[in-house]
């Protein structure tokens, strides 16, 4: 019975924060450069792998509730905090895939490896959920060799905001703040099989996304 009151109380919790998330979000003037071609490249049969860093990745709730009809996936860890993330997501319409790079990562990356497959559509943490900050790790090269996905990075900015004093820093654009979400250029990661082009990829997605990091 206790475990029974447990899941309700948490269903509630999360279902509390997502309308709260949703009505706050709605107060940003929103901009969002430089959607189309991913979205064309995808709907043209092609495989995209978003990917952004924590510290910003609240922003992004908002505007991704609309690609919900691609059912797309979002690896989430298995934190009690990513209990409520993940509750979020699944009724923002993505599929939660459960782990991280510290706990289930393999069994997680093959999920989301199918699920890619699948649907065409996904989206990556590149330093999360511990970070260090501003590092990306393994998981995004090995998830787009697996799939032939190309990367599209994801970045934000606010000219209104509150910093948290966590880890990565974490971002809350202030109430009525302007909010820009821009997408990057289509990145081909998945060419090569050595460690040495698995380096060399992942190098090089840090050098283009590093400029996109907050401090």
Request: contains cysteine; proline residues 3%.
């Amino acid at each position: 019975m206790l475990k029974e009151y447990r899941y309700l109380l948490t269903g509630m919790i999360q279902g509390s924060f997502y309308h709260l998330i949703r009505a706050y979000s709605w107060t940003f003037r929103l901009h969002v450069e430089n959607e189309k071609p991913w979205l064309e490249y995808m709907q043209n049969g092609g495989r995209v792998l978003l990917c952004g860093w924590h510290q910003q990745f609240f922003v992004a709730i908002r505007h991704f509730k609309t690609y919900a009809a691609y059912n797309p996936a979002l690896m989430i860890s298995q934190s009690k905090d990513g209990d409520i993330i993940a509750g979020i997501a699944e009724k923002s319409g993505w599929h939660a895939v459960r782990g991280s790079s510290s706990r289930d990562g393999g069994r997680a990356l093959k999920e989301m490896i199918g699920h890619l497959k699948r649907s065409g559509l996904a989206a990556h943490v590149v330093d999360g959920p511990r970070g260090p900050a501003g590092v990306i790790k393994e998981g995004v090269v090995s998830l787009a060799r697996a799939t032939g996905a190309v990367v599209v990075p994801v970045y934000v900015t606010s000219d209104r905001a509150w910093y948290f004093n966590s880890w990565d820093r974490f971002i809350l654009p202030k109430p009525f703040a302007r909010v820009n979400l821009r997408f990057g250029q289509m990145l081909d990661l998945s060419s090569g099989e050595s460690d040495e082009d698995f380096e060399r990829h992942r190098d090089r997605l840090q050098e283009i996304m590093q400029s996109g990091v907050i401090t």
